[in-house]
Nanobody
């Protein structure tokens, strides 16, 4: 079972920055897609950003130009750099890794979540 450990959340003022980290218990080369999702109180979980095994990235329109997803294969870690944070970015952020296995197909692994709170 893959374990994901997230860190880097916290309280920041509007306009500030944070960097989230997601450390995997095994090589991230196993995974097709790595990403970050978030869930605000009373709302559904939504996609924030993804990065594929070949380095292609995708962002939600609401974070384009402000957030940057990256990964360090040597450290088995995925990052989310968040700049120009807004109060609407307040949410619990979850790391997600997707693998596709021959026998079981797509399998998703989730982190425990890390709280990001942006004050106005």
């Amino acid at each position: 079972q893959v374990q994901l450990v997230e860190s880097g959340g916290g309280l920041v003022q509007a306009g500030g920055s944070l960097r989230l980290s997601c450390a995997a218990s095994e090589t991230i080369s196993t995974f097709n897609v790595m990403g970050w999702y978030r869930q605000a109180p009373g709302k559904q979980r939504e996609l924030v950003a993804t990065i594929t095994s070949d380095g292609s990235t995708n962002y939600a329109d609401s974070v384009k130009g402000r957030f940057t997803i990256s990964r360090d294969k040597a450290k088995n870690t995925v990052y989310l750099r968040m700049d120009s944070l807004k109060p609407v970015d307040t949410a619990v952020y979850y790391c997600n890794l997707q693998a596709t296995y021959i026998l079981t197909g797509r399998t998703d692994y989730w982190g425990q979540g890390t709280q990001v709170t942006v004050s106005s």
